[in-house]
């Protein structure tokens, strides 16, 4: 069994960065391609990015793309997203699931999530 945890979430100045880590326990993560998520209030959980099981291939939703990196370190079991010239609409809960197949759902693993918040 899988256990994803974030961390990494705070408050932040818009224009700032921070850098969210997925932790993964329980399995070996490199088993599992990883997908960012956020879900802002009142609205739909939206996909961020997605990167392959060894890491070589990424994609991003057109929101975050250019702002956005989404890497990962299977040997410390962890996926990070650096976010760079934030802006107040991404602040959400950003969460981190786990697949074996392919980017798109259904997600096999979630984590609790991580609050980000872009406001001066």
């Known amino acids: 069994q899988l256990q994803l945890v974030e961390s990494g979430g705070d408050l932040v100045q818009p224009g700032g960065s921070l850098r969210l880590s997925c932790a993964a326990s329980?399995?070996?993560?490199?088993?599992?391609?990883i997908v960012w998520f956020r879900q802002a209030p009142g609205k739909e959980r939206d996909r961020v990015s997605c990167i392959s099981r060894s890491g070589s291939s990424t994609n991003y939703a057109d929101s975050v793309k250019g702002r956005f990196t989404i890497s990962r370190d299977n040997a410390k079991n962890t996926v990070y997203l650096q976010m760079n010239s934030l802006k107040p609409e991404d602040t959400a809960v950003y969460y981190c699931a786990a697949v074996r197949r392919s980017c798109a759902p259904p997600y096999e693993y979630w984590g609790q999530g991580t609050q980000v918040t872009v406001s001066s």
């Open positions: 329980g399995s070996t993560l490199d088993y599992y391609i």
